[in-house]
């Protein structure tokens, strides 16, 4: 079963824009990672946050994560076409040690 | 250095057949993950492997059954195969098993079941 979520499924924006997604989770996690997926292509790990950290940055990337409400955003500033793609988070609950992933983001950026 | 490696990229199988997917993970990375992904579904893990021992398996029958090699390739297997089976199949490898670690994908095998 999907233990994130993420929010919204689609998202449609104009390059030089901000993007943000949010991912929803349900049990306690050790880690939340972001993930990038271009079409037809496997993952690419973009970030890590663990669950004792709030905020994590990576270039033109900004993961924030709330563990009282269960609850990770990511920010893509200053958008590009090369950026669409599904964006996927995963958790590795407590207790566990593989990744659980989500439904996806599909963020598609117009020039 | 190379990247994790998929072999084949497409596959068209009938029915009750059976099916082997390859895997070859980055160089010195040591446990292999593979994971399922459907429109439906998403992505749906299915074993991991270290040191030539699965570590962990998802919610999958045992139609569906994997291995690793002394090398750290790995094989995925399905046999008898049904068309809910049709799917694209991630294998990812990272350094060490657990722990969360970061997951390097290979590109995938798509597999179309007739």
């Known amino acids: 079963s999907q233990q994130g979520e993420e929010d919204p499924q689609a998202l449609s924006i104009q390059e030089g824009e901000n993007a943000t997604m949010n991912c929803s989770y349900k049990?306690?996690?050790?880690?939340l990672q972001w993930y990038r997926q271009n079409s037809g292509r496997g993952l690419v790990h973009l970030i890590l946050i663990r669950s004792n950290e709030r905020e994590k940055h990576s270039g033109r990337l900004r993961v924030t994560l709330d563990t009282s409400k269960k609850s990770s955003s990511l920010l893509i500033t200053a958008s590009r076409a090369a950026d669409t793609a599904s964006y996927f988070c995963a958790t590795v609950p407590s207790g566990y040690s593989t990744l659980t992933f989500g439904k996806g983001t599909m963020l598609l950026v117009s020039p | 250095k190379a990247g994790v490696t998929q072999t084949p990229r497409y596959l068209i199988k009938t029915r009750g057949q059976q099916v082997t997917l390859s895997c070859s993970p980055i160089?010195?990375?040591?446990?292999v993950s593979w994971y399922q992904q459907t429109p439906g579904q998403g992505l749906q893990f299915l074993f991991e492997?270290?040191?030539?021992?699965?570590?962990n398996k998802g919610n999958f029958p045992g139609r569906f059954s994997g291995r690793q090699f002394s090398n750290s390739r790995s094989e995925m297997n399905v046999s008898t195969l049904e068309l809910g089976d049709s799917a694209l199949y991630l294998c990812?490898?990272?350094?060490?098993?657990?722990?969360?670690?970061?997951?390097?994908f290979g590109d995938g095998t798509r597999l179309s079941i007739l």
């Open positions: 160089s010195g990375h040591r446990s």
């Open positions: 990812a490898s990272s350094l060490v098993a657990g722990e969360g670690q970061p997951q390097h």
């Open positions: 049990t306690s996690i050790n880690n």
């Open positions: 492997y270290f040191s030539e021992t699965q570590r």
